[in-house]
């Protein structure tokens, strides 16, 4: 099992950026893909990016690609999301999930087995 916990989270106007970070705990985090997915007041958790075990492979939802990137540290049991140029239209509650089926990088919630609490990013126009 695995704990995770979101940081970096905050109120910032369009344009600038913000780092979120996810800190997880147990001996295991180099068995899990790892992502990042958000949700808005009134809609549905959608995914954001995500990274394989290894960090060999990043994949990005089309809202964001080109301006945010995913990153992770094996070694200190860490994944990181870099958001750049954000948009008011990125507000959401942002969450860290880890998916431990030893599969490829999937988009589905339902799919991970863990989440942390959520980190919240308000961008202002």
């Known amino acids: 099992q695995v704990q995770l916990v979101e940081s970096g989270g905050g109120l910032v106007q369009a344009g600038d950026s913000l780092r979120l970070s996810c800190a997880a705990s147990?001996?295991?985090?180099?068995?899990?893909?790892m992502g990042w997915f958000r949700q808005a007041p009134g809609k549905e958790r959608e995914f954001v990016a995500g990274i394989s075990m290894s960090g060999s492979s990043t994949y990005y939802a089309d809202s964001v690609k080109g301006r945010f990137t995913i990153s992770r540290d094996n070694a200190k049991n860490t994944v990181a999301l870099q958001m750049n140029s954000l948009k008011p239209e990125d507000t959401a509650l942002y969450y860290c999930?880890?998916?431990?089926?030893?599969?490829?990088?999937?988009?589905?919630?339902?799919?991970?087995?863990?989440w942390g609490q959520g980190t919240q990013v308000t961008v202002s126009s």
């Open positions: 147990g001996r295991t985090f180099s068995y899990y893909n």
């Open positions: 999930a880890a998916d431990a089926t030893l599969r490829g990088l999937r988009v589905v919630p339902g799919a991970y087995n863990y």
